[in-house]
C-alpha cells in the first residue's frame, strides 16, 4: 500500500521547528509494508491544507497529516479537512468528558473554553484517541474509499498514537502486508563521500540489486541499504549479506550500524578492557567531554578533562613545554601530543586525549588556515596523532573534531 504524508504547522515551514514526525511515521510503516511515496509539508492556512489533502488523495487515496489538531486559532486542520469532505464539525460530548478529565489528573480544576474545539469533530468520523494528550485523533473516508488519518503535531502524542493506533487501523484497512520495507545504515567516519564511493567501487552503485544511499554528516557519511519487496526474514537475511560485504571492502572506517554513537562505542571499548580515559581540549572547548558524559555510566570510565584554552593553562596544567609553543605554535601536532600525555598524567588515566585546532571564523594563516586541527591519545603504545583541514562553520569543526578524536581512540583500542 502506499500512502502520502502530510505535516502541518507555520512552525516547519520558517525553520523553527525540525519536522521528526513525517521521518518517524516512514520508519514506522515501512516495518508492516506500507510505502510512502509522497512527503509534503504546508503552514497554517486552511486553503492550502485542503489543496494538499485533495491533491494526496487524488494520487493515492491514503493521506495522513499531522498537526492543526490544537485548540488555539492557528490550527485549522480539521475544519479544513471537514469541508473538503462536506461535513459539519459536530460537538463529541465523550470527548468533552475525556479532556476535562486529563486536566482534573492535572490539579486543573476547569478547564478551559479554548479546549471545546478539540470535541468539534466531522460528521461520520471515527475518532482515534490519544492517550498522551488533549488533542484526538481521527479517521476519516469518502464513498470512493479515499481517506485521510489526522494525527497531532506534537511529537510525543504523534508517535504515541502512531504505535498504539494507526499502526493497528492501518492494518485493518490493508491487512498484513507480506513483504515489508525496511533499511540498514553502517556508519563510516574519518573518509569523505567521494573517497568513499571510490573505495566501494562497483558496490556504490547497488549491493546485491540493493540501491545504496550516500548520506554525508559531521559524524561522517552513513551508508544506508534499503530492501523492498520481501518478507522480513527474507529482508534480513539479504542485508546481513550486504552489510558483510560492505564491511569487507570499506574495512576499519565502518565503526556501526543504525544509530551507534562513536562515544558510546569506545566507552564500552575502554569499559571491557578496564581502562579510565581523561580528555584535554583546546579549540573543542570541552565538547568532547559533554560527548562522553552523555553516556549513562561513562563515569566508571571517564575522569575527567581539562580545557586548556590559553597557552598558560596548557603549561602550568597540563605540562606542554614553552619550547614547544615557541617553535610549533598552539595549533601543532607536537602540543597536541604533549597536551594528550600531560592530561594522562595529572588525571591518573590510562588513556590522555590531546585536541587542537582553529574552528574559526577568524585566527587562521596560509600555513594553518581555519579549520586545521592536530589530535593525538596517549597510553595506547606510542602516542598517535592526526592532523585535518575541516570545512564547516565553527560548530562543525568542533563536533568533527570530537569525532576524529573518538575514532583515534577506537583505532588504538582496536590494535590491543
Not at 570541552?286 to 578533562?305: C, E, F, H, K, N
Request: hydrophobic share 45%; charged share 25%; net charge negative.
Amino acid at each position: 500500500m502506499q500512502i502520502e504524508l502530510l505535516t502541518i504547522g507555520d512552525e516547519l515551514l520558517l525553520g523553527f521547528t525540525v519536522d521528526t514526525n513525517a521521518a518517524f511515521l516512514a520508519r514506522t510503516l515501512a516495518e508492516i509494508g506500507v510505502e510512502i511515496v509522497h512527503r509534503s509539508t504546508v503552514g497554517d492556512d486552511a486553503d492550502r491544507i485542503a489543496a494538499a489533502v485533495a491533491e494526496a488523495i487524488e494520487r493515492t487515496g491514503a493521506v495522513i497529516t499531522t498537526g492543526g489538531l490544537g485548540p488555539t486559532a492557528d490550527d485549522r486542520t480539521r475544519p479544513a479537512i471537514a469541508k473538503l469532505f462536506g461535513r459539519e464539525l459536530v460537538r463529541d460530548d465523550r470527548i468533552v468528558a475525556q479532556i476535562q478529565q486529563r486536566f482534573w489528573r492535572l490539579n486543573v480544576a476547569q478547564m478551559p473554553a479554548t479546549n471545546i474545539v478539540q470535541a468539534m469533530v466531522p460528521a461520520g468520523a471515527r475518532v482515534l484517541d490519544n492517550r498522551h494528550g488533549t488533542a484526538p485523533g481521527l479517521f476519516l473516508d469518502d464513498a470512493r474509499g479515499r481517506w485521510v488519518v489526522m494525527l497531532p503535531g506534537v511529537p510525543r502524542e504523534m508517535r504515541g498514537m502512531t504505535v498504539d493506533t494507526v499502526v493497528p487501523l492501518v492494518r485493518e484497512l490493508v491487512g498484513d502486508a507480506p513483504s515489508i520495507v525496511v533499511s540498514r545504515t553502517l556508519r563510516t567516519t574519518g573518509i569523505g563521500e567521494s573517497a568513499l564511493a571510490e573505495r566501494l567501487g562497483d558496490l556504490a552503485r547497488e549491493v546485491d540489486g540493493m540501491p545504496l544511499a550516500f548520506l554525508p554528516g559531521w559524524e561522517g557519511v552513513d551508508l544506508r541499504l534499503t530492501s523492498r519487496g520481501h518478507t522480513a526474514a527474507e529482508a534480513q537475511a539479504e542485508l546481513d549479506a550486504a552489510a558483510r560485504m560492505l564491511r569487507d571492502v570499506a574495512g576499519p572506517i565502518v565503526y556501526g550500524e543504525q544509530g551507534d554513537d562513536l562515544a558510546s562505542l569506545v566507552i564500552a571499548m575502554c569499559r571491557d578492557r578496564a581502562l579510565r580515559i581523561a580528555t584535554a581540549e583546546s579549540c573543542t572547548g570541552g565538547l568532547l567531554g559533554a560527548r562522553i558524559t552523555q553516556i549513562p555510566g561513562s563515569s566508571d570510565v571517564y575522569a575527567g578533562g581539562i580545557i586548556a584554552y590559553a597557552n598558560e593553562v596548557k603549561v602550568a596544567q597540563l605540562g606542554v613545554r614553552d619550547a614547544t609553543l615557541a617553535t610549533h605554535g598552539a595549533v601543532s601536532e607536537e602540543v597536541a601530543r604533549e597536551m594528550a600525555e600531560g592530561v594522562q598524567r595529572t588525571l591518573g588515566t590510562s588513556i590522555g586525549v590531546g585536541i587542537t585546532g582553529i574552528a574559526g571564523p577568524g585566527g587562521g594563516s596560509p600555513e594553518k588556515p581555519v579549520g586545521t586541527v592536530w589530535l593525538a591519545v596517549s597510553g595506547i603504545g606510542d602516542t598517535r596523532s592526526l592532523g585535518r583541514v575541516y570545512v564547516g562553520d565553527r560548530e562543525e569543526i568542533r563536533l568533527r573534531a570530537t569525532q576524529a578524536s573518538l575514532d583515534l581512540v577506537r583505532r588504538a583500542l582496536g590494535s590491543l
